[in-house]
């Protein structure tokens, strides 16, 4: 990425910004290939989500992720420049389209800030290969137009565009100066209120609906017998097929009016401030929104950082009965056993990469507004040669959302389920173009679409699990989902 010592706020006007753009047409031309041209300011605090509910379009991609109680959030929509992948390579291949789209950037304004610069938001899906109708593919990246990006108390505003050789420079110069203007005094509105996007755009008036301030009402339909999955897969299990297979359940449910995706995901942010709140959508068809507890990888300067979370009991209705149940899940043999071969699997798979975890030697307890899990924080210095994308290909999925051994558990999932995945237990996240980002893991969520949602919810079957306390852990994963959708 070149990075230019020049700050659009010191020369504010259409004519620089004109004249800028017609310098990096030029070196597309020179060069005979399109620049990534992305322009970073400082501005007033700005909480993302409201912005990217102020300006919501739904026929426009959008990528949200927000950790509500480390004071980091980030919003990207419209698309700059996209890249699709599948198979075996995905994660490399889209490595490869990374590579060279931060190639070819030229970069200008706030771009040491945080949050500053170019940013590729990304979702994998749980398998390499996806079914016909799915509504997104294996793999998905892209660099939105714009994004903003608040980290404690700074917030970043960013403009992309895709510069080529034949480019129009007098529309995307309108499209970036009214993007300055919006966000130098930002202005939040309801979506409904015909809001101006940042193109310009008004957003289409009557595509949410109130519904007078009242819970939606949901007809739900469950997919497959969850109950009789668990038992089949105890059977492989005794018969040595696998020892761990991680089961989702799915629920279909219909409201009584259309959901709004981003107001649904402010219910998830708000009950769960220590998750990852996500929404993320291609524009065409469903959001996948969710508050996932589980971090994949995070890098930032040359630190790696994951986590091994599994095995999980209910919290408590006083401080004793939630310390008693947090004891009893630290003494359980079971989950203790289901948490070491997660622990165990990601340091074997980090070995090949010259990747030497640091962690404790016993998990500690994250509880969660539902639930207490057993957690244990894995360090690590991330090798020189080695990226953010090759980390993960390398653990996706991790025994906590696939099983082991991960092959053969993997294979066994969808005849089990009944149902295709799609990114539910994928990977959702952000890089940039300094080598850093980090990655979730898509559980704990839900697809929305007009009046319909999808949820899911699941639970890692080990020997010693038993069909009813499977359904009854995924029941306790639903009905938080359930409350904040409905808040």
Same mark, same amino acid.
């Given at each position: 990425m070149l990075v230019l010592p020049l700050h659009p706020a010191n020369d504010a006007s259409p004519e620089a910004l004109m004249a800028f753009l017609r310098q990096c047409r030029d070196a597309a031309v020179r060069d005979g290939h399109a620049k990534l041209v992305s322009i970073s300011l400082a501005v007033d605090a700005l909480d993302p989500l409201a912005v990217l509910e102020s300006i919501f379009e739904p026929h426009e991609p959008h990528f949200y992720a927000e950790r509500p109680g480390s004071g980091t959030a980030i919003a990207g929509a419209e698309v700059a420049v996209a890249h699709e992948a599948h198979g075996a390579r995905r994660f490399a291949d889209v490595q490869r389209w990374v590579g060279e789209v931060f190639a070819h950037t030229v970069a200008v304004g706030d771009v040491a800030a945080p949050f500053g610069g170019p940013h590729v938001f990304a979702g994998f899906a749980f398998h390499d290969e996806i079914e016909a109708g799915e509504p997104f593919p294996a793999a998905y990246a892209f660099v939105p137009r714009w994004q903003v990006a608040l980290a404690g108390t700074t917030t970043t505003a960013v403009a992309n565009l895709w510069v080529t050789a034949e480019a129009d420079l007098g529309a995307l110069a309108l499209r970036v100066w009214r993007a300055h203007q919006k966000f130098t005094r930002f202005e939040y509105q309801d979506s409904e209120d015909n809001a101006l996007g940042v193109g310009g755009v008004p957003s289409p008036r009557g595509s949410v609906q109130r519904g007078e301030g009242t819970p939606p009402a949901w007809q739900q339909r469950e997919t497959g017998d969850y109950r009789a999955a668990v038992a089949r897969a105890l059977a492989r299990i005794a018969a040595g097929d696998f020892k761990k297979i991680v089961l989702a359940r799915a629920q279909e449910l219909t409201a009584?009016?259309?959901? =709004?995706?981003?107001?649904?995901?402010?219910? %998830?942010?708000?009950?769960?401030?220590?998750?990852? /709140?996500?929404?993320?959508?291609?524009?065409?068809?469903?959001?996948?929104?969710?508050? #996932?507890?589980?971090? %994949?990888?995070?890098?930032?300067?040359?630190?790696?950082?994951?986590?091994?979370? !599994?095995?999980?009991?209910?919290?408590? !209705? #006083?401080? #004793?009965?939630? /310390? /008693?149940? +947090?004891? +009893?899940?630290?003494? #359980?043999?079971?989950?203790?056993?289901?948490?070491?071969?997660?622990?165990?699997?990601?340091?074997?798979?980090?070995?090949?990469?010259?990747?030497?975890?640091? =962690? +404790? /030697? %016993?998990?500690?307890?994250?509880?969660? !507004?539902?639930?207490? @899990? &057993?957690?244990?924080?894995? @360090?690590? +210095?991330?090798?020189? @040669?080695?990226?953010? &994308?090759?980390v993960i290909g390398a653990m996706h999925p991790t025994p906590a959302v696939g099983g082991s051994p991960r092959e053969a558990a993997v294979a066994a999932i969808r005849e089990l389920e009944g149902f295709p995945r799609g990114l539910y237990a994928g990977a959702l996240g952000w890089l940039n173009a300094r080598g850093g980002g980090e990655f979730f893991v898509g559980i704990r969520s839900a697809l929305v679409e007009g009046a319909r949602a999808r949820v899911y919810a699941g639970a890692g079957i080990v020997a010693g699990s038993t069909p009813e306390k499977e359904f009854s852990e995924t029941e306790l994963k639903f009905q938080a989902i359930l409350d904040a959708l409905s808040a």
């Open positions: 009584d009016r259309p959901l =709004h995706p981003l107001r649904m995901l402010n219910g %998830l942010r708000q009950r769960f401030p220590d998750c990852y /709140a996500f929404s993320f959508t291609r524009g065409q068809g469903p959001s996948f929104i969710g508050a #996932s507890p589980e971090r %994949l990888v995070r890098v930032s300067k040359g630190r790696l950082e994951t986590e091994a979370l !599994a095995g999980s009991i209910r919290r408590g !209705a #006083s401080a #004793s009965e939630d /310390a /008693a149940l +947090a004891g +009893a899940l630290l003494r #359980s043999e079971k989950d203790l056993r289901e948490h070491r071969e997660v622990l165990d699997d990601i340091v074997a798979r980090l070995a090949p990469l010259g990747i030497q975890p640091e =962690h +404790a /030697a %016993l998990p500690q307890i994250r509880r969660l !507004a539902n639930v207490q @899990h &057993l957690d244990t924080p894995v @360090h690590a +210095a991330l090798p020189e @040669h080695v990226s953010l &994308l090759d």
